[in-house]
């Protein structure tokens, strides 16, 4: 709880008081590797903040293969903050063991309802997020695969050593033989 709670102090000031609403209304839980958080074609309604592993947003592309659109590991939240009333159209799965600290609609929404300044802080963080997203996915659109992964590294250098190769070869958009030849070469 306290990681979350100095994650949150980044964006903005709360009272002692504030701190133990927002502990309350948490929970932790555990997710093992390989299960699903969320699946598609389910409501998610939740915020997660990651304590410790590794998120992955996967879909499954026209041809049926399983793509993966994003990474999310330790500090990190995890919300659908606009369709919150439809269903997913991706997978959120642990790439790792994970804990999280969930949050129901209901209780974020409270401390929307209850905590002065709330909605600010929440807002500089999923701008925060998406500004991150952009950068992370823009720069892989227009380079080559070498490029990109050494981008991938940059970008998240905590990820690549903890997550399946296919995984990363899935998020750059070429195969896994390619990805090894590219690893090979740059050693």
């Known amino acids: 709880m306290e990681k979350f709670i100095e994650y949150i102090l980044r964006f903005g000031n709360l009272n002692k008081q504030q701190i133990e609403l927002i502990t309350s209304k948490a929970t932790e839980t555990e997710l093992r590797k390989d299960k699903y958080f969320v699946e598609a074609g389910k409501i998610f309604s939740q915020v997660a903040f990651i304590l410790e592993g590794i998120l992955r947003i996967c879909f499954y592309n026209n041809k049926g293969e399983e793509i993966t659109k994003y990474f999310g590991d330790e500090n990190h939240l995890f919300a659908n903050p606009y369709n919150i009333h439809e269903p997913m159209a991706e997978y959120i799965q642990a790439v790792t063991d994970c804990r999280l600290l969930v949050f129901s609609r209901k209780d974020w ?47 998240f250098p905590t990820v690549a050593n903890r997550v399946p190769l296919s995984y990363i070869a899935s998020y750059l958009g070429i195969t896994q033989s390619s990805l090894s030849r590219i690893r090979k070469n740059i050693r």
Do not use: C, H
């Open 109 to 155: 929404d409270e401390l929307s309802n209850t905590i002065v300044g709330w909605d600010s802080i929440v807002n500089k963080i999923f701008q925060k997020a998406l500004m991150e997203k952009m950068d992370r996915r823009s720069a892989l659109v227009s380079e080559d695969a070498t490029t990109r992964y050494l981008m991938f590294l940059e970008k």
